[in-house]
Antibody, heavy 118, light 107 residues
């Protein structure tokens, strides 16, 4: 059974940093692209970033470029999102998702809430 | 960026009704379009990928169609458990973009 479990969310001040993690199991992690998708409270879904199976290619939405870094550790079946210079508008539930070869995110974790507030 | 226009933003329908949700894209996206269902407090659940391919375990009353820049999600006979918000997603080019969502209520 595919499982994705996010952790690391919490309350952080504007300008601060946070690192999210996603533990993956039930599939061959190093064969899949992975994504982060976020959802601000009461709002729709927003794709944040993708990473290739070997970590050699990463893509980001413009609003997080230069501030967020997606990474993975295939030995530990783990996906991460390092978030720096956080802003109030980054407040959201962050989901990690497995991505099919076509680019379609199929399985999603339960999400972790990040709140950026003073 | 590819703009996604999803309509309607909300609708109310009765059990047994046929419901259609539309997603229009600002440019062609081949068949790189999928649909998700999200219930309050839960993660999005996969429904349809590649425009019309039903994910394993999804009831056959759900179907997808379309081409070019116009795509639809149809629920052939609405059930009470279908109350949720539905999103389309284009994964043709970066940044991937979602529709604004359609909140479906059961009368």
């Amino acid at each position: 059974e595919v499982q994705l479990v996010e952790s690391g969310g919490g309350l952080v001040q504007p300008g601060g940093s946070l690192r999210l993690s996603c533990a993956a199991s039930g599939f061959t992690f190093n064969s899949y692209w992975m994504s982060w998708v976020r959802q601000a409270p009461g709002k729709g879904l927003e794709w944040v970033a993708n990473i290739k199976p070997d970590g050699s290619e990463k893509n980001y939405v413009d609003s997080v470029k230069g501030r967020f870094t997606i990474s993975r550790d295939n030995a530990k079946n783990s996906l991460s999102l390092q978030m720096n210079s956080l802003r109030a508008e980054d407040t959201a539930v962050y989901y990690c998702a497995r991505v099919l070869n076509s680019g379609y995110p199929d399985y999603w974790g339960q999400g972790t809430l990040v709140t950026v507030s003073s | 960026d590819i703009q996604m226009t999803q309509s309607p933003s909300s609708l109310s329908a009765s059990v047994g009704d046929r419901v259609t949700i539309t997603c229009r894209t600002s440019q062609g996206i081949r068949n790189d379009l999928g649909w998700y269902q999200q219930k309050p407090g839960k993660a999005p659940k996969r429904l349809i990928f590649a425009v019309s391919s039903l994910q394993s375990g999804v009831p056959s009353r759900f179907s997808g169609s379309g081409s070019g820049t116009e795509f639809t999600l149809t629920i052939s006979s609405l059930q009470p458990e279908d109350s949720a918000t539905y999103y389309c997603l284009q994964h043709y080019t970066y940044p991937y973009t979602f529709g604004q969502g359609t909140k479906l209520e059961i009368k």
